[in-house]
């Protein structure tokens, strides 16, 4: 699948998010290395602190499906401007490797591809945890 076949199924999961409170849709789709994709969208909550990401809800589907191995991941949001990953959801992704392309989108579906270790370089990691 090419990025941009990626960007527009992240684009459609955009439009199924829930975001009474910002007003800010977001949209993602993560391609595993089996070539299946899964979809997700922001799902904002009354108690902030319980929304879930677009990116994360993606990732997480694939992971109760038995995934666990991703090539890339595309998020697109209703903006002029790029918009990335938060921390907590580039740490997310971490989890399953920083050698995942992040393919971010604006709502023109003008687009930039980064690795994730470029996103973030020194990634919490399981090395990290064993260390100890």
């Known amino acids: 699948m090419d990025d941009f076949d990626l960007i527009k199924l992240a684009n459609e999961a955009k439009e199924k ?3 009474p409170y910002s007003k800010f849709k977001v949209g993602a789709a993560i391609l595993t290395k089996e070539g299946k ?6 799902i904002e909550n009354a108690s902030f602190g319980s929304t879930n990401c677009a990116e994360r809800t993606a990732l997480f589907k694939a992971v109760s499906e038995g995934y666990r191995n991703f090539s890339k991941i595309a998020i697109v949001a209703d903006s002029e401007d790029f918009t ?4 907590i959801c580039r740490q997310v992704i971490a989890e399953f490797g920083t050698d ?5 989108a604006n709502k023109k579906l003008e687009y930039k591809v980064h690795q994730l270790y470029d ?3 020194y990634a919490f ?3 990290d945890i064993e260390r100890r």
Request: proline residues 8%; hydrophobic residues 40%.
């Open 100 to 104: 995942i392309e992040v393919i971010v």
């Open 119 to 121: 996103l973030l370089p």
């Open 17 to 19: 998010a829930y975001a």
């Open 125 to 127: 990691s399981k090395k």
């Open 84 to 87: 990335y990953p938060c921390g």
């Open 37 to 42: 994709v899964f979809t997700g969208c922001n």
